[in-house]
């Protein structure tokens, strides 16, 4: 391609919201051979709902939902501000009194009057979180928080978990003193068109994969939704780079879509690097393009674009 088609791409990219970091990455991008696409926030809408809030032991619920979400209150996780949402809601409606600014300064953190004091907070990535209330451990994450902590999980617990993990749902396991006492359902819906763009993909003759810090179940089901065979799932945030390596061994051109921070590593290491524009700063500065409308559909753009300047124009 000649330098002046190299820049009419850029323009038509930027156009439609695709920012390429030069033209080394819009050259790469026609030889992609797979798009690893990392699961929350990228394939999802990365807007969690807590729909299921199960108590396995002699607390309230009230009590439960609060222990949870002050265990909560100081994580970024998007899980986090889902539970926190939801138990603010429960007290709205529990007793409109105790959350009253809460309606009417949305989030702000006298809302939150009713949390309970913290103490050696911790945020475990791929985990969960750890915490002490009134003396005691508190634990919210997945079974790999629970066995590392010698928690065991009933087999009730385990059998609502996996009904849970079965239709596309994260499940969140909440210890205290050590004793499994309930389990949150979260829901992240996939993006509108993200079946569509995988379908696009394979027609192109690019493989599509997932990768996810979640659990196997979960995964398998988000994945058979949107049209994905290959996964890779409880990936630790420090493995998904590997994954990339280990589909480029063969000399195969990787490309990686991602949006949190947990993603930069791998972004980094793909062979081309696609940060979603609504994600991180450092999983955009990361990045060869980035997809500024936050739409899968310019995986399509990008690739397409590459091929049209260095396929058919020589
Ligand atoms: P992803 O790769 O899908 O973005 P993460 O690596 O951030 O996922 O997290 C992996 C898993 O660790 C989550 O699915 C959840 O089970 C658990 N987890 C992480 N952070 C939290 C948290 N703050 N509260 C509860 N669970 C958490
Ligand atoms: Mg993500």
Known sequence: A???????????????????????????????????????????????????AKVFSSMERGDFL???????????????????????????????STTKDAHINGLESKSFGWLLDVSDFSALPGQGVQCFIDGKKVLVGNRKLMSENRVAIPDQVENFVVQLEESAKTGILVSYDNDLIGVLGVSDPLKREAAVVIEGLIKMGVHPVMVTGDNWRTAKAVAKEVGITDVRAEVMPAGKA????????????????????????????ADVGMAIGA???????????????????????????????FSRIR
Do not use: C, W
């Open 242 to 269: 590997d994954v990339i390596r280990s589909f480029q061994k063969d000399g195969s051109v990787v490309a990686m879509v991602g949006d949190g921070i947990n993603d930069s590593p791998a972004l980094a290491a």
């Open 279 to 309: 994600g991180t700063d450092i999983a955009i500065e990361a990045a060869d393009y980035v997809l500024m409308r936050s739409n899968l559909e310019d995986v399509i753009t990008a690739i397409d674009l590459s091929r049209k300047t």
């Open 66 to 96: 609060t222990l949870v979400a002050s265990a909560e209150a100081s994580s970024e996780h998007p899980l986090a501000k889902a539970i926190l949402e939801y138990a603010r809601h429960f007290h709205y409606f529990d007793d409109p």
């Open 2 to 52: 000649t330098p002046t088609a190299v820049m009419v791409a850029t323009g038509v990219g930027a156009n439609n919201g695709v920012l390429i970091k030069g033209g080394d990455a819009l050259e790469k991008a026609q030889k992609v051979k797979y798009v690893i696409f990392d699961k929350t926030g990228t394939l999802t809408q990365g807007k969690a709902t807590v729909t299921t």
